[in-house]
């Protein structure tokens, strides 16, 4: 099968590759340009731990095909730190309530909690439950998490 | 109250930012799957989909054939096909469960993996299995395993022929059970099932396995909950020598008792493809594949008899509890000696007898996960208790009070309690605060409903804290200074992504007297320490910390000293703070740092390091009777639940869950809170959702679209309550946690749906079916 260029921009900046047609856009992520910040735990479009931003929209990677991501712009857990090499509010608020344990789902978690408060300023628990349904986690039953993100809502407004 | 928060330590009892969360936000941290090295190619596993069947023939000469294909191993390959631990690397001709490797393949891509998988020709002849707990022991049942023995005037015969497990038989004999029964005013028997359950950690099993001069011969990254444990499958599958087989643990994204044996076989497998092929391998499970081959929570059927006087005191207790262990299996032993220890529940009973043992089928494996039988034993226990108050006409909360273990009481293997045991104090006050029986009236008012339906449920519990007499309980510790004055912490307990870098982080700085940000603690690499077991049984900090503790309080003596001399005082006049050392009552002008300290033991030659090795204690119960000294001691729980049945659909919405815990000494409340959230959730499922569906062996759900547990909107409302008590047994106090989380949560939920639907529940899940039936339906039946 004919190889494919692909151009995009990941966390800020320009790549490109060659990819097979059917490759998925979390396998070029994280193999092709080392992205492991992505993960993936079902690949099926249910856990979320592949979540990602592409064009200001959250996707499971997984359930992406990179050719779907030409000219994309993409934004990933790597990308998440200030640009002086700070933690967001999000990841500062995750690290402060204590909202991760095996960390496996964080960088999914984190990727959804920042996507919900750059369209909300001021979530309610149910609009955060709602937000960060599609990321499983099996270690902390989501009650820090959910803190983390009504903290980070509190620290962003200041 | 014995409420947290008044124990005078200076790190223990404290808040702590894990140390290793920063990594993991980032997205920095590295699990197996993530690494990568030069030269690395892809393993694969051929598995076959029959439950019990003889392989006649397999032909792989199509998948060699394949450019790009480096190696297709099948039984007649490899050194051997049986792993040290029962389970096979390879089918030795037999297969006896849907997912058994038949071969394996290493190859250039993960694309050509599956090209040569797809291009193996395997002709089966399936056999007539065993599936069922009930099946194994049927009269004439199939013999699966040689090793499997029957039973005699109903219990398990070394001499008889079956399917039993003879190595995980337990009986339990204490007092005489025949006059405990007839001086009993009230006798009620009953019977309770759970099924197979799945970890379901977000992170799939990985490995990358290297041939490493450096290391000897082979090192593997792998995400091993017990690296050593691991080492054991990698030397073993490629025949080489343990000092020479690394194996180095990876972040883990998550185990809870799972990642054991299929890591430990991939990985042997992923050494055997190393050494066919000369190349790095890596190997990463689907989730299909982690469904099919890893560990499931065994399912029980229990069986049990109680005899009681008639104001509420339970004199007898029989009981028979048996688990499906699947086709091969090395940990029902183990996990039936727990099993059996606690077959009373957490009450006083002079007589008892009951008997515990495991049968093979035709299965994926059943092995640890969070509890090792005890969420399944609570929950059947914890049923029947509130069957036999409802029966009596007595309140279940006396009846629990009336029984439960206290102080000087004698356990089930007449184990004296020495230490203080506070579980009256911790019902009366999960009683209080959750309003238990204002809500209980309240709810009542809802049991004609015909839509929906409150209920609440109160359930206590307790649990051997560590490995106690399963097997010895010691470990070793390594803290080194530097020169710069900072500190590495070394074991071989490994970080599961439960906290122990944090927890023993924060014991080691206790034990010197320093801050926490200058240690470091340094993964698990088999090569850098001796074993310390393995990091199960909730056994970490309990017992596994004690080494560290040892050591680290050595260590800061070694420094003190160091401090004094060039202070120019005695030890016992200097003290620590803030990584200083200064003289006590001095104004704070004579000081000097740790770093000093440290620089001039490195340059006069003084040991920089101490390794403290923590032995055992006396524990262990006779074989026979089951008696004796079972645990260095007991974490109690006290669990309650709210629900609300939708009584037209079934559906069980779980309102409120407060769950109390006895942790001895709370080591950091950030994390004994994130423990007891999670296993709050966890058990919500285990009562609630979910059931690994088999049928004759096949495994009907396979992925998270099937297999549903909590996400953030199912959760409940969450309270974690934290006891503390004085026990001296475990690490400063501390006692078992990360199981106690989880283990009778799904008991309090079932029995809060019993209260709301007055239907008493005797299997698990309350899926919907069963709720408002009393059974499942979901098996060819139809729900009118
Ligand atoms: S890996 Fe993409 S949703 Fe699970
Ligand atoms: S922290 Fe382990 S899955 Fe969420």
């Known amino acids: 099968m004919n190889k494919i260029k692909l151009v995009m921009t990941v966390n800020k900046k320009n790549v490109e590759t060659e990819i097979e047609p059917y490759a998925r856009l979390l396998d070029v992520l994280r193999d092709k340009f080392g992205f492991t910040g992505v993960k993936e735990g079902c690949g099926i479009g249910e856990c979320g731990a592949c979540t990602i931003i592409m064009n200001g929209k959250k996707v499971n990677s997984c359930m992406v095909l990179a050719a779907q991501a030409q000219g994309a712009d993409i934004l990933t857990i790597e990308g998440v730190e200030n640009s002086d090499g700070s933690m967001h509010p999000v990841q500062e608020a995750f690290l402060e309530k204590g909202a991760v344990q095996c960390g496996f789902c964080t960088p999914g978690m984190v990727i959804s909690s920042y996507h919900l408060l750059n369209e909300n300023q001021d979530p309610t628990d149910q609009e955060i439950k709602e937000a960060i349904s599609g990321n499983l986690c099996r270690c902390t039953g989501y009650k820090q998490i959910i803190n983390a993100v009504h903290m980070a809502a509190d620290n962003m407004k200041k | ?784």
């Open chain 2, 1 to 784: 109250m014995p409420l947290m928060g008044t124990k005078n330590y200076r790190h223990l009892n404290k808040r702590l930012n894990r140390v290793d969360s920063a990594d993991k936000i980032t997205g920095r941290a590295l699990y197996a799957a993530d690494v990568k090295v030069p030269g690395m190619i892809f393993g694969g596993s051929l598995r076959c989909k029959y439950a019990y069947a003889i392989i006649v023939e397999i032909d792989t000469s199509k998948a060699k054939a394949i450019p790009g294909v480096y190696a297709v191993l099948t039984a007649k390959d490899v050194p051997k096909t049986q792993s040290w631990a029962d389970y096979p690397y390879l089918s030795d001709g037999t297969v006896r469960f849907v997912g058994e490797t038949v071969a394996i393949v290493a190859a250039e891509t993960t694309d050509l993996v599956e090209d040569a998988l797809k291009a193996i020709e395997v002709e089966y002849e399936e056999l007539d299995g065993v599936y069922t707990i009930e099946g194994a022991l049927e009269k004439n049942a199939v013999q699966i395993r040689e090793k499997g023995v029957g039973l005699k005037d109903g219990l398990p015969d070394k001499d008889k022929k079956g399917n039993i497990f003879y190595d995980s038989y337990y009986p339990i004999r204490k007092g005489d059970i025949e006059k405990g029964f007839s001086e009993a005013d009230f006798i009620l028997e009953r019977e309770y099932k759970t099924p197979f359950v799945e970890h379901s950690y977000i992170e799939r099993e990985a490995c990358v396995v290297m041939k490493d001069p450096d290391a000897g011969i082979v090192t593997a990254y792998a995400s091993a909950q017990n690296p050593f444990f691991t080492r054991r499958y990698l030397a073993d599958a490629i025949q080489a020598p343990f000092n020479k087989c690394r194996v180095v643990q990876k972040m883990l994204g998550g185990s809870f008792g799972g990642k054991e044996e299929l890591v430990g076989l991939m990985v042997g497998r992923a050494a055997l493809l190393v050494m066919a092929t000369d190349r790095p391998v890596k190997m990463v499970a689907t989730r299909e594949e982690s469904f099919m081959e890893s560990a499931k929570r065994h399912p029980f059927n229990f069986k049990y008899k109680a005899g009681l006087t008639k104001d509420g005191k339970i004199i007898a207790w029989e009981g028979t509890q048996i688990a499906n262990a699947g086709a091969y299996n090395n940990q029902t032993q183990y996990l039936n000696c727990r099993a059996a220890i606690h077959s009373a529940g957490v009450y006083n009973i002079p007589n008892i007898k009951t008997d515990t043992y495991g049968v093979f089928t035709n299965n994926i494996h059943s092995g640890a996960m969070r509890g090792y039988s005890s969420p399944q034993i609570i929950f059947a226990q914890e049923q029947f208790l509130n069957e036999i108050a409802k029966e009596m006409g007595i309140d279940e909360i006396d009846l629990r009070r009336k029984n439960i273990l206290k102080q000087g009481d004698l356990t089930a293997t007449s184990q004296k309690l020495t230490a203080e045991t506070i579980t009256l104090e911790m019902i009366d006050h999960m009683v209080n605060t959750t309003e238990y029986y204002r809500k209980k009236e309240e709810y009542s008012n809802t049991h004609k409903s015909k839509e929906k339906r409150k209920g609440i449920a109160l359930v206590s519990c307790y649990r051997g804290s560590g490995y106690g007499a399963e097997t010895p309980d010691a470990g070793g510790s390594l803290v080194t200074a530097i020169e710069d004055g900072t500190i590495l912490i070394n074991t071989g307990l490994a970080e599961n992504g439960q906290g122990l870098k944090t927890a023993y982080t924060q014991i080691a700085a206790e034990g010197i007297g320093c801050t926490t940000d200058i240690i470091n603690f340094v993964g698990v690499d088999t090569h850098s320490i001796p074993d310390s077991g393995m990091t199960v049984a909730s056994r970490g900090t309990v017992m596994g910390a004690q080494s560290m503790r040892k050591a680290s309080i050595d260590l800061g003596t070694l420094l003190r000293e160091t401090a004094a001399m060039l202070l120019k005082t005695d030890p016992d006049k200097v003290d620590i703070d803030n990584n200083e050392f200064y003289i006590i009552g001095s104004d704070g002008k004579n000081k000097v740092s740790l770093a000093d300290v440290c620089n001039t033991r490195l340059w006069t030659g003084k040991a920089m390091a101490v390794y403290n090795w923590s032995e055992p204690g006396d524990l262990g119960i006779d074989h026979h009777t089951g008696q004796g000294d079972a645990f260095p001691t007991y974490s109690y729980g006290v669990v309650v639940a709210e629900v609300e049945v939708d009584m037209e659909t079934g559906f069980v919405d779980v309102l409120k869950v407060s769950s109390g815990h006895d942790v001895g000494t709370c080591v950091n409340p950030d994390t004994v809170e994130g423990q007891i959230y999670g296993g709050i959730a966890m058990g919500q499922g285990f009562g609630v959702t979910e059931e690994v569906p088999v049928n004759k062996g096949q495994l009907e759900s396979k992925n998270f679209d099937s297999y549903i547990f909590p996400t953030s909107i199912d959760v409940p409302e969450m309270e974690a309550v934290i006891f503390e008590c004085d026990d001296s047994a475990g690490t400063y106090g501390a006692k078992s946690l990360g199981e106690p989380a989880t283990e009778a949560v799904g008991a309090a939920i079932a029995a809060a749906v019993a209260n709301a639907t007055g239907v008493p529940v005797r299997e698990l899940p309350c899926n919907l079916e069963r709720t408002l039936l009393g059974k499942s339906l979901s098996k060819g039946g139809m729900i009118k």
